[in-house]
């Protein structure tokens, strides 16, 4: 099915009005403490609307953690209190103003937690007995990388617990004025954790085979399902491989993109709208070959094979690879990451180029 950039798609009840979509970037902004801990800032407002008044679709918030252990970073937005879902009011309130849909992207950063900015020290983990620092916890007992700290093994009630911590921040996501929810499942994250024999080495019901891999994402899926509006969509951020097996050289086990295309009939039968595919983060030494849509073609398959929407990124920069992606089947919307940071008003420009529009601000009807 030819699409184009400029075409509102319509998910459930939900219209967004085009297909350039903001990707989630962290912004490690947010104060690490005290009663503002994890609520979004003047400085997450501005970031926000400007991609907004620049003609993004739909905007998908940076990680937004469901605890405070969750977070990346002690700087981390979060989504675990009242507080911060008044200040997400603000920002949610503006978004729709500009006619753009307002997305959250909830996370638990497992044992990727507890890290600096990536401006400080290149983003390394802070130790739990330093300031701001937690000992995470994970799927099992490994360490991300040599100089990370080892994390705790989460119990089976832990697992049941965090997989209510998502609920309960889908339910203040709502509040907070979002229209859809991503769940986090890629970048090596918890719900990627546990995805991952690379970094599953769990024997309960929780590990060992594709089925006991996969339970604890799909039970946070069911958990937020359960609690956001029939009428909204659910999207889930995977990341379609850990980069082992596309290297003849690297032995070691890992996800694959067979099992992302198997897990996406799955989370489809569990009410996941929408699958927004991404690569890598798991695998600290991974070899990825990186160049322009490096990304696009793992997004392709889970679309062709299980009639699930997908949205592609990865170095997507130029208006046409952007429609050409779409035109040709490869993916329903594009999410652009940086190129927006570089240009907020990237869809504008496409859209000049391509012979269409975009709707304007009204204050900005004389330029």
């Not at 753009?100 to 983990?125: C, F, M, N, Y």
């Not at 832990?158 to 991503?182: K, P, S, T, W, Y």
């Not at 208006?319 to 652009?336: F, S």
Request: glycine fraction near 8%.
């Amino acid at each position: 099915m030819s699409t184009t950039l400029f075409t509102p798609y319509t998910i459930r009840s939900l219209t967004i009005p085009n297909r350039i979509w903001m990707a989630a970037m962290c912004q490690y902004s947010a104060a690490p403490d005290g009663d503002a801990s994890g609520a979004p800032t003047d400085w997450h407002f501005a970031h926000l609307a400007a991609r907004a008044t620049g003609g993004a679709g739909l905007i998908i918030t940076e990680a937004t953690a469901v605890s405070p252990e969750g977070r990346i970073s002690p700087y981390d937005l979060g989504i675990w209190n009242d507080t911060q879902v008044a200040a997400f009011q603000r920002i949610t309130s503006f978004l729709k103003a500009q006619g753009t849909v307002p997305a959250i992207q909830l996370a638990h950063a497992g044992r990727k937690a507890s890290t600096e900015r990536t401006w400080v020290d290149r983003g390394r983990q802070i130790a739990p007995d330093e300031p701001h620092g937690w000992r995470p916890v994970a799927p099992s007992a490994i360490p991300f990388a040599s100089t990370s700290t080892r994390p705790d093994e989460l119990t089976e009630e832990q697992v049941g617990g965090i997989v209510q911590q998502f609920a309960d921040a889908a339910r203040r996501a709502l509040e907070a004025g979002f229209q859809a929810a991503e769940i986090h499942g890629a970048h090596g994250y918890l719900i990627h954790q546990f995805l991952s024999p690379y970094s599953n080495h769990r024997t309960d019901a929780y590990g060992g085979s594709f089925e006991g891999r996969i339970r604890f994402a799909l039970e946070v899926v069911d958990a937020v399902r359960a609690v956001w509006p029939e009428e909204l969509p659910v999207f889930f951020r995977i990341s379609a491989t850990d980069w082992l097996t596309e290297n003849p050289e690297d032995d070691r086990e890992g996800w694959t993109s067979d099992d992302t295309v198997r897990l996406a009939k799955l989370l489809r039968d569990h009410g996941v709208d929408l699958m927004d595919v991404s690569t890598g983060g798991n695998v600290p030494d991974a070899k990825v070959e990186v160049g322009p849509g490096y990304q696009v073609p793992f997004a392709e398959p889970v679309r062709n094979e299980t009639g699930m929407p997908v949205a592609a990124v990865g170095l997507i920069t130029d208006p046409i690879q952007a429609q050409d992606i779409l035109a040709t089947g490869k993916a329903d919307a594009v999410l652009l990451g940086r190129e927006l940071l570089r240009n907020p008003y990237w869809p504008r420009h496409a859209a000049t180029e391509l012979g269409r529009r975009v709707s304007t601000p009204v204050q900005y009807h004389r330029a």
